[in-house]
């Protein structure tokens, strides 16, 4: 078991040294889509602490090489409380943090979603302490404890470790009002670094906004440790507030709404539309958003208060996957915001799955279909990740062949457990989607009929070659006419 460490005398505003342990240069995925913004759960923590009379600094490993910001920062700001940013890709380097905060005499705490989905692990590994929810006044409050050397065991919302079991302190109610919420403290990080980086690639300075908390949806294979199925979201005059901020303060012209789903709500995504477009804001934005909430009027107003572009689950073209998902969309929602958002001139990036369970050939074969006919622009064509805790997971019992949560950096390239096919037949699909997008891209400068022709040329090595050499002699579902 770790001893506690020795806790510094109080008698003065509490310290916290806020680190995110990721550094882009080890991701490979940011690798392929280099997206880049600062950690908007430690931005509005710190924030939330300044408020709070607490004193705050931060680490921010992005673009960091190793970890020595970090022995600088304990040595100069000498924090009471380390707080660590967890994602599973990440793990193993917030437990050297954990290490170092311990050797430098203060007490470590993980928060974030990997270490509300296994706290043991953090807990085990030596960290003090781990916050598996909202932070903000769990944070506070411990870092007023160990400043004062109070025991923390108590404090709620915190988990802790006694050697053999996890100690729970009393439940914390969420934070229930966000406008309350400060904006973020951006001046923790180095913004410029980000915005500098943003304009260099894309000509636009971007930035992350968040207006909400949770999603209320209730997709079978998606992962929510930190709010559950909880929503709460800030009014549009909050929202606004921190547009206008990020662009007087940092020039800010292209947003990226962070939210698990934005726009929940219509008359509320109206009513900052309405905002954006009376302050004439001028900013371009991107988000996430789902084809039952994205009307086609609603398309046409987002469009013209600054829409670039869409992230949109599409998931599966067959209504039978969407339905054994729980997705709660239909096919012809998404043909139909598909459509919308093409004549609308708007970039869509469509994330599809496959290898759920229950997924035959004739399924894959229709979102491939689907695929084909709208050529979305970007794509993300994954293998199912049954990730612990959700329905996914519990469904598979004991198929599960690898911990989902040492591969998910792997991009969803890797079978995890026991599906309809074998590995091989998921990357073949994966490699056809690849295909079919170069062939998609290629029809602006190619002869559409050379394109035509190279399209049946795979199809028919799909339908006699790898197919059946793939699944052991089943033949493939017959292609189905396309229009485009
Ligand atoms: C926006 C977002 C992004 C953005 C911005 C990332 C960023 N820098 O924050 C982009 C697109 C760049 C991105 C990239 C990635 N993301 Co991301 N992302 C999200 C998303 C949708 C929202 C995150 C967010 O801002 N939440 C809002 C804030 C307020 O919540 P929060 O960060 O959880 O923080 C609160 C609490 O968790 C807690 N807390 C958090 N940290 C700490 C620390 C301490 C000490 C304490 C006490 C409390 C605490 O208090 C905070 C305030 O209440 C989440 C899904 C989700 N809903 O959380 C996925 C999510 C976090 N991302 C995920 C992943 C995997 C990634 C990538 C690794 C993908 C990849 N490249 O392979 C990268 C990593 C990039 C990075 N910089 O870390 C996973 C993490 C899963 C996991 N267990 O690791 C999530 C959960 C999505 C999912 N369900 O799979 N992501
Ligand atoms: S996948 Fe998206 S819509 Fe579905 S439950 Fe998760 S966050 Fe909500």
Request: glycine share 8%.
């Amino acid at each position: 078991m770790p001893e506690a460490p020795a806790l510094r005398a109080g008698g003065r505003r509490p310290r916290v040294l806020l680190v995110d342990p990721y550094m882009a240069r080890e991701d490979p995925m940011e690798r392929k889509f280099i997206e880049l913004y600062p950690s908007l759960g430690l931005l509005t923590l710190g924030a939330f602490l300044r408020e709070e009379a607490v004193d705050v600094a931060m680490v921010d490993l992005t673009f960091a090489r190793d970890l020595r910001p970090v022995d600088s920062s304990l040595a100069r700001f000498v924090p009471d409380v380390v707080g660590v940013h967890t994602k599973t890709l990440i793990a193993g380097r917030a437990m050297e943090i954990a290490e170092r905060a311990r050797a430098a005499g203060a007490l470590s705490v993980a928060g974030g979603p990997d270490a509300a989905s296994r706290p043991e692990l953090y807990l085990r590994a030596g960290f003090d302490a781990v916050v598996p929810g909202e932070g903000e006044r769990t944070l506070t409050d411990l870092a007023r404890r160990a400043a004062a050397r109070a025991p923390i065991a108590e404090t709620p919302g915190l988990l802790t470790w006694n050697g053999s079991a996890i100690l729970r302190g009393p439940p914390r109610p969420m934070v229930r009002d966000l406008d309350a919420l400060p904006l973020p403290a951006w001046d923790l990080v180095d913004m410029e670094a980000y915005l500098g980086r943003w304009e260099r690639q894309s000509g636009e300075r971007r930035a992350a906004v968040l207006t909400s908390r949770g999603c209320p949806f209730d997709c079978s294979w998606c992962s929510k440790p930190t709010f559950g199925r909880t929503f709460r979201q800030q009014s549009p005059g909050r929202v606004l507030e921190e547009l206008v901020a990020l662009k007087e303060r940092y020039h800010v012209d292209y947003v990226r709404f962070c939210d698990d789903v934005f726009g929940i709500s219509r008359s509320w995504l109206e009513m900052l539309l309405d905002g954006m477009l009376e302050r004439r804001l001028g900013l371009k934005f991107e988000c996430l958003a789902r084809v039952d909430l994205l009307k086609p009027d609603l398309l046409r107003r987002m469009r013209e208060a600054g829409l670039a572009r869409v992230y949109v689950g599409v998931e599966s073209g067959s209504q039978k996957m969407l339905d054994l998902m729980n997705r709660g969309t239909k096919v012809q929602q998404i043909e139909r915001t598909a459509e919308a958002l093409r004549r609308a001139g708007i970039r869509q990036f469509w994330f599809l799955m496959l290898g759920y369970p229950g997924e035959s050939l004739e399924d894959l074969e229709a979102t491939f279909q689907l695929f084909r006919r709208f050529s979305p622009e970007e794509y993300s064509v994954s293998i199912a990740v049954p990730v612990p805790g959700t329905r996914f997971h519990e469904t598979l019992k004991g198929k599960v062949s690898v911990d989902g949560r040492r591969t998910r950096g792997s991009g969803g390239r890797t079978l995890l457990y026991e599906a309809a096919y074998g590995e091989a037949l998921y990357r073949w699909a994966q490699a056809r989607f690849e295909l079919e997008a170069a062939l998609g891209k290629a029809r602006d400068k190619i002869s559409p009929r050379l394109v035509a022709r190279l399209e049946r040329a795979a199809d028919r090595f799909h339908r006699q070659v790898a197919t059946p050499l793939l699944t052991g002699g089943e033949s493939a579902a017959p292609a189905r006419e396309i229009t485009r």
